[in-house]
């Protein structure tokens, strides 16, 4: 069963507009850890933020902003005033205790951000 | 530099000609794994390793093999590779144990089996 589901497929925007990408997480576990991952057109992984279930704080890193809800199992994830740069497929994962060091992936979502 | 090198980053082969995927890591990490991805699908798990001499099968670990002989090296191997093994693979390394663990990813290795 999949673990973590990234409903959207694609988004596209217009540059300067916000976009927010959704995250629904599974896991019975209380202890775990959440990331966020880029993948530009080049290809390689670009590591965003890792976020551990006990921090439910909000965090803010320039435009990027993320949203941990647990009452919800999620962790959102939002571009503000986006630029052709943030174009690229954006990956949530889930690290349980039983297996630290591996990362659950969700499916992506590609982000298309035209001029 | 701490990373993870991966090669070849690019390769085309036919099927049935084994091939190996070498992936280095110079951060003295206990586990390294190596995932594909695949459209819609993001990224599985086909093998890990937690230390050296020891591997564990990941989610889809059938077509391939790895060796852990060294605590840096850490090779897929395709002994007779077919077109479904077509996909972006990514090695990765970790310490193992730290309560707020890094992951690092190699560049990524594009294999086209014809």
């Known amino acids: 069963a999949q673990k973590v589901t990234q409903a959207q497929t694609e988004i596209s925007v217009v540059e300067k507009e916000d976009v927010t990408l959704d995250c629904v997480y599974e896991?019975?576990?209380?202890?775990?850890?959440l990331f966020w991952y880029k993948q530009p057109p080049s290809g390689e992984l670009v590591f965003l933020i890792r976020?551990?279930?006990?921090?439910?704080q909000n965090e803010i890193s320039g435009r990027y902003s993320w949203n941990f809800q647990k009452s919800t199992s999620s962790f959102n994830f939002t571009i503000t005033a986006s630029q052709v740069v943030d174009s690229a497929v954006y990956f949530c994962?889930?690290?349980?205790?039983?297996?630290?060091?591996?990362?659950?992936f969700g499916a992506g979502t590609q982000v298309v951000v035209t001029p | 530099e701490a990373q993870v090198t991966q090669n070849p980053r690019y390769l085309i082969t036919v099927t049935g000609k084994k091939l190996t995927v070498t992936c280095s890591q110079n951060?003295?990490?206990?586990?390294m794994s190596w995932y594909r991805q695949d459209p819609g699908l993001g990224l599985r798990q086909i093998y890990y390793?937690?230390?050296?001499?020891?591997?564990d099968k990941g989610d889809v670990p059938e077509g391939y093999k790895v060796s852990r002989k060294e605590k840096r090296n850490f090779p897929l191997i395709l002994e007779s590779p077919s077109p479904n093994q077509t996909s972006l693979y990514f090695c990765?390394?970790?310490?193992?144990?730290?309560?707020?663990?890094?992951?690092?990813f190699g560049p990524g290795t594009r294999l086209t089996v014809t």
């Open positions: 951060m003295n990490h206990e586990y």
């Open positions: 994962a889930l690290s349980e205790p039983d297996s630290w060091g591996k990362l659950q």
């Open positions: 976020r551990n279930s006990f921090d439910e």
């Open positions: 390793s937690m230390n050296v001499e020891v591997t």
């Open positions: 896991t019975r576990d209380t202890t775990y850890y």
């Open positions: 990765a390394s970790s310490q193992q144990g730290a309560v707020s663990y890094e992951q690092y």
